[in-house]
């Protein structure tokens, strides 16, 4: 049975786009995810009136142009799975961009809603804090392509790499209700990569009350979308997976709620307490 919150694939049309997630085709609100596969030379333009857009190189190197502002040559990792940040570009709301592609590029197209008045920027790689998280097969690698400490509207968007046998999101929790200082409500995109490229891995999207409950098996280049409940994923032993996130809501804040069936976990093993990831 397909899952309603998977998405998946296609061959590239042509702006070289492979897969679209819209507010519309998820049913939520605020969170918007593209992605592209572009030859060399390649052009991927748009201009989003009311959403601001941060693009990732997931893989390869472009020249982007937005709002009068020029960036060349902007990331160059072979693949996602390099301990190297990716090339990241901000726009603001109302300002057209252009992304050329030098040699095959993976573009993500991350947007929410944004008010603009503001400059499109190149995002340091300096400033995408690189973490480890977690303890045992638990274990995995963030980078913050995006968070709530730099400037944005709406926007968080983070990677995370799960070495293969291990859980990441986990314990599972989750963040789909406004309640002051325990949880905010975010809508979420999964964008799926595996190592090697023929694997899979496993993402459960669950509530408190099971009115969703969905254990989905995600394959290269997969999107599972999370408009709410926990939604821990697992990497099959031999299989690296990477994945980039986009989140937004309401509140530009991340606060999140472990289920309480699994908080012995973080009680017993305080390195193991989940972040985004």
């Avoid at 009068?68 to 901000?90: H, I, L, W």
């Avoid at 314990?171 to 949880?183: I, M, S, Y």
Wanted: charged share 20%.
């Amino acid at each position: 049975m397909n899952s309603s919150l998977l998405v998946r694939p296609h061959a590239p049309d042509a702006s070289g786009t492979v897969l679209e997630v819209t507010p519309r085709s998820a049913g939520w609100e605020h969170v918007g995810f593209r992605v592209a596969h572009l030859l060399d030379g390649q052009v991927h333009a748009s201009e989003e009136a009311t959403r601001e857009t941060c693009l990732v190189l997931v893989s390869g190197r472009a020249d982007i142009s937005a709002g009068g502002e020029s960036f060349e040559g902007v990331g160059g990792r072979a693949t996602p799975f390099e301990d190297q940040a990716p090339g990241a570009v901000y726009v603001p709301a109302g300002v057209p961009y252009a992304v050329i592609a030098r040699g095959d590029v993976e573009l993500a197209v991350c947007t929410a809603p944004g008010r603009g008045g503001v400059q499109a920027r190149l995002i340091d790689a300096a400033r995408m804090g690189r973490e480890v998280r977690g303890s045992g097969t638990n274990t995995r690698h963030v980078r913050n392509i995006l968070p709530q400490t730099e400037p944005a509207d709406s926007l968080l968007v983070v990677e995370v790499i799960t070495p293969g046998g291990h859980w990441s999101s986990y314990p599972p929790h989750k963040h789909d209700t406004a309640t002051a200082g325990e949880e905010t409500a975010l809508e979420e995109t999964y964008y799926h990569r595996l190592q090697p490229r023929q694997g899979f891995a496993i993402q459960r999207v669950y509530t408190d009350d099971r009115s969703l409950d969905e254990t989905i098996s995600v394959e290269d280049g997969d999107v599972v979308m999370v408009p709410r409940g926990y939604h821990p994923v697992g990497a099959p032993h031999g299989y690296d997976l990477y994945y980039l996130n986009v989140m937004a809501g309401p509140q530009r804040r991340w606060v999140f709620r472990n289920d309480p069936e699994h908080e012995w976990i973080v009680n017993q093993a305080p390195a193991a307490e989940p972040d985004e990831g």
